[in-house]
């Protein structure tokens, strides 16, 4: 497999070569040159910096040959230049982006989709056409992004050309349309509730809900035209494709669906689980490792998130443990997370009106997360708890009223904005010592020291750390909010606890902080303000 890869590399570079003429001053044989370049090092900053510079370039697009396309689609990966931020986007509001002067996820995508355009778009122009391989990849690209309007325009330029698609089109065809709009601010908006789903179903679309239509022409309808239309061109399903199946089902509402594909691929029988003992239940389907229909942590997550959006966290547990255990995984962290979101969801009181609304469906007691966070954290899992993992369960003790644990909790997401300051200062200390070297032509050519991906490392570490920063803040707002922490033991709180955390983490408060003592009047600490990222 190795060797395959080399060859089909020298190959691409062979390629690129041999369809131009030796470089000289002429802006298209540097271009290409750059290309080749960038192909020999297997460096994804330099192969789209390259391509940003071809793009209007008609003549050496379409002197590319499509053997070095798909390996120049393959370099630029979208989950390169687009998960890492995906993720830590997560649990980052647009308005602190902004005002911590860091890319917005939608302009992330927005960059990397004006690459991919202009790249189709000139080499369409130039009469090179695209295969099924260029294909796959640009519905990688929508789905990763959650983009399911340009899965539909990429489907059906595939079909105008006549291009039979496989397996994994099919698969990220559905994972765009399952995922559309998952991964901006509305997401919690994916829960299953009367509001939300009636926002879904309306004729007119409505901003923030028109990314995942339910009803008729719904993301459930159009998942199962996509299946059956795999399935009259022989295609066969793998486990993505009913993760993706079972996702598009839950966006709806339908656990029945969700049941009868457990069922029929893997006999997992959810009811007979809730009912019986274990003990009682056959066997799940035996599938051999290496089967295409396995399960895997592409399953646990498609099943945690179904019953998770479905106000069903003691479901979802159960069938993550009891499909972890007869398959032999391990639960990622990333599972745990997804858990634990939904399980904080769930358990967050509602009050007033919110009582009213349908949000309670699936209420779970706001101290049922400790019993989570006990689990993940001890033996057998000895989960080392992530900061957005941390900043839920901070509210839920703010919600209880838990002054001293919160405490330790807030001491340990300290602890962890530290680390990620490190790894800040480290990488700025790299891309400085990069810069320097490659002004005196000293980097070496190699992916790893690309000068680009050291930048692209740095932003990364910064984006963790201003995420990690704004968590800080936040956490010493519920503090000095101070109406969950005057009670019982607490009454000495305002007085003299207060100021001595405010002393302890002053590099994340403002240069003032003002707040009532009861029976006192109010109280104004002021410090000079500190620089939040040195």
């Not at 000095?480 to 005057?486: I, Y």
Request: glycine share 6%; aromatic share 10%; with cysteine.
């Amino acid at each position: 497999m190795v060797a395959s890869k080399k060859s089909q590399m020298k190959s691409a570079i062979a390629n690129v070569r041999s369809s131009s003429n030796p470089p000289d001053s002429n802006p298209s044989s540097l271009v290409k040159e750059r290309i080749l370049s960038a192909l020999r090092q297997k460096s994804p900053q330099r192969l789209i910096k390259a391509f940003i510079a071809a793009v209007k370039d008609e003549p050496l697009i379409k002197s590319i040959p499509r053997s070095t396309f798909r390996e120049i689609f393959n370099i630029l990966d979208p989950a390169h230049f687009v998960a890492p931020y995906r993720a830590i986007h997560y649990d980052f509001a647009p308005s602190q982006a902004r005002k911590r002067q860091v890319r917005s996820l939608e302009a992330i995508f927005e960059d990397f989709r004006r690459v991919l355009r202009d790249v189709s778009v000139i080499r369409r122009t130039a009469g090179v056409p695209f295969e099924v391989g260029d294909y796959t990849y640009l519905l990688k690209c929508a789905c990763i992004m959650g983009n399911g309007d340009a899965a539909r325009v990429i489907w059906r330029d595939m079909k105008e050309d006549r291009v039979i698609p496989n397996t994994e089109c099919y698969n990220h065809y559905l994972g765009a349309i399952s995922w559309s709009g998952a991964f901006d601010t509305h997401r919690l908006k994916l829960r299953i509730l009367p509001f939300y789903m009636s926002m879904r179903s309306s004729p007119t679309p409505v901003k923030g809900f028109d990314k995942l239509k339910a009803g008729l022409g719904g993301v459930r309808e159009e998942a199962l035209s996509i299946f059956d239309d795999m399935v009259q061109h022989g295609g066969v399903g793998d486990e993505q494709t009913f993760a993706f199946m079972i996702t598009a089902m839950a966006r709806e509402g339908d656990m029945e669906g969700v049941q009868g594909i457990l069922k029929r691929l893997w006999n997992v029988n959810v009811e007979g689980l809730r009912e019986r003992n274990e003990e009682e239940m056959e066997s799940v389907k035996h599938y051999p490792v290496g089967s295409s229909l396995r399960p895997s942590a592409t399953m646990l997550f498609a099943v945690a998130h179904a019953y998770g959006t479905n106000n069903d966290i003691p479901t979802a547990l159960m069938l993550v443990d009891f499909i972890s255990r007869h398959y032999q995984l391990t639960i990622p962290p990333t599972i745990w997370e997804h858990l634990f979101e939904w399980s904080f969801v769930l358990a967050t009181p509602r009050h007033g009106e919110r009582r009213m609304d349908g949000t309670t469906t699936g209420q779970l007691p706001v101290a049922s997360i400790r019993k989570l966070w006990d689990t993940m954290t001890a033996e057998p899992y000895n989960l080392k708890v992530s900061m957005p993992i941390l900043n839920r369960y901070i509210k839920n003790l703010w919600h209880r009223g838990m002054l001293e644990e919160y405490k330790r909790i807030v001491e340990e997401g300290h602890q962890r904005y530290r680390e990620s300051a490190r790894e800040h200062l480290l990488a700025q200390r790299r891309y400085l010592l990069a810069q320097s070297l490659a002004s005196k032509g000293r980097l070496p050519a190699l992916a790893e020291f690309d000068l680009d991906h050291i930048k692209q490392r740095l932003e990364l570490a910064q984006l963790v750390k201003v995420r990690d920063f704004s968590y800080m803040q936040r956490w010493l707002r519920l503090l000095v909010s101070g109406r969950r922490w005057v009670a019982g033991p607490n009454r000495e709180w305002e007085r003299r606890g207060l100021p001595d955390i405010i002393d302890s983490y002053r590099e994340f408060t403002s240069s003032e902080i003002q707040y009532t003592i009861r029976g006192s009047g109010r109280l104004a600490l002021r410090e000079e303000p500190m620089e939040p990222f040195p």
